[in-house]
């Protein structure tokens, strides 16, 4: 079969219903799921092949049992993704829904080791048709549907029962859903309607539907034998959806900020030999390894630039000052101080302005300031040393002659003083 292994035996979780419709319960992604350029909190399914996306301040499911009759539009106002949509019943025959999470960081098991390396290979088969490159999955979700029966209002035939799965994965960027359908074999039974529905929208501009001759319902390749068509794979019964959705200027905040977040290296890796912050403003005035902040040329940057770091550090009347000198990776540190003097916060640096956009996104447009912390750490002037020019001048006073020079060390390495004079 090309399902991929479901079931008691393989460790799914399965989602029990003594009513003929109802939904799965929240299944909450670690890095939430992309979906159409938007970072979703949590997802949750039904036992009608359709899956809904939320967004954390939603605390409502929809129950839809049957599919838009025109399929999808762009009007709905909910981001979903239809499997294979249309009216089932799981209390009737055999019919169980089950799923499963997996997760980068535990693979434990076979199973587990199995979905992971067909999902990676199965994306990345289909990333390079179009010279994009491999996926490497975080989390997966999946979801089948097993044996699972249409709603019947007289004669029922048990043998009439639909098989298929989906694969929900995601890199943190990138998400794709993987379907997969088995056995598929829903006859028109006694209902009037017949419009099964595999597809997505982001219940606005974006959506797609599978599209099959409206005029061939249950023939070889009908819109209910999806088993019997190729799909964009290449195989039959089988379909890949990119589901990451526009390009990252029409993402929203939340997703442009994981997505810098998974780009961006370690502070570890370029903030090696960036000195501390001075703890106070008098400190860093006399510290010859910080000067005083420099805004961009440009008039409209500069504005920008003021009020977002004034965002940053919670008002705009501080005193910044940055580092004189920066490392051979091209960072430094940026420190703001109370006009009184104490060190309200420092930051690393690595290209300053361009941290701006970023603390914009996770901070202020959206919950995820940790990801930025994580990449931009606070400084508390932990570690600083600083030494005053005026003891500098004592202590060559005391041991050098006129004309000597006399190392100090600094906030920014050694520093050489000469005294050219005992007035």
Request: proline fraction near 7%; hydrophobic fraction near 30%.
């Amino acid at each position: 079969s090309d399902l991929y292994p479901f079931g008691d035996e393989v460790g799914d979780i399965g989602v029990w219903l003594d009513t003929k419709d109802g939904n799965s319960p929240y299944i909450t992604p670690p890095m939430g799921f992309p979906f159409i350029g938007k970072l979703y909190d949590r997802v949750y399914f039904s036992d009608n092949g359709l899956i809904q996306f939320q967004s954390i301040s939603q605390n409502e499911q929809f129950l839809l049992p049957v599919p838009f009759p025109t399929g999808f539009r762009g009007n709905e106002g909910l981001a979903m993704l239809a499997v294979f949509w249309d009216d089932a019943d799981l209390t009737l025959g055999e019919g169980k829904l089950f799923y499963q999470e997996y997760h980068k960081l535990n693979m434990s098991d076979r199973y587990s080791q199995i979905v992971f390396s067909r999902t990676a290979d199965d994306v990345t088969r289909f990333e390079e048709r179009n010279d994009k490159p491999a996926f490497t999955p975080a989390w997966i979700l999946k979801i089948t549907w097993d044996h699972v029966m249409a709603v019947s209002y007289q004669k029922i035939n048990y043998s009439e029962a639909n098989t298929f799965q989906c694969i929900l994965t995601t890199d943190g960027e990138r998400s794709f859903a993987l379907l997969r359908f088995g056995e598929m074999y829903w006859g028109p039974g006694q209902r009037i309607h017949h419009d099964a529905l595999t597809g997505y929208t982001d219940g606005g501009a974006h959506f797609f539907n599978e599209t099959t001759d409206p005029t061939n319902l249950f023939g070889p390749g009908g819109r209910y034998r999806p088993q019997e068509v190729k799909g964009n794979t290449g195989q039959l019964g089988q379909l890949v959806y990119d589901l990451t959705g526009p390009t990252e200027r029409e993402q929203d905040p939340k997703m442009r900020c994981q997505v810098w977040a998974l780009k961006e290296p370690e502070p570890k890796e370029w903030a090696k030999g960036v000195s501390s912050c001075p703890c106070t403003r008098a400190q860093a005035l006399e510290d010859l390894a910080f000067g005083p902040e420099t805004l961009p040329p440009n008039q409209q940057d500069r504005v920008r630039v003021t009020e977002l770091r004034g965002l940053r550090w919670g008002g705009s009347g501080g005193h910044v000052f940055q580092s004189i000198l920066s490392n051979r990776h091209g960072s430094g540190k940026r420190c703001v101080y109370d006009p009184q003097g104490p060190l309200l916060a420092g930051y690393k640096t690595h290209r300053y302005h361009e941290d701006l956009l970023p603390f914009q996104w996770c901070c202020i447009q959206s919950p995820l300031c940790h990801l930025y912390l994580a990449k931009r750490p606070l400084d508390r002037c932990q570690g600083y040393g600083w030494v005053s020019p005026d003891c500098c001048i004592t202590a060559a006073k005391a041991t050098q002659g006129i004309g000597e020079s006399l190392p100090i060390l600094s906030g920014m390495g050694v520093i050489y003083f000469q005294l050219l004079s005992t007035h």
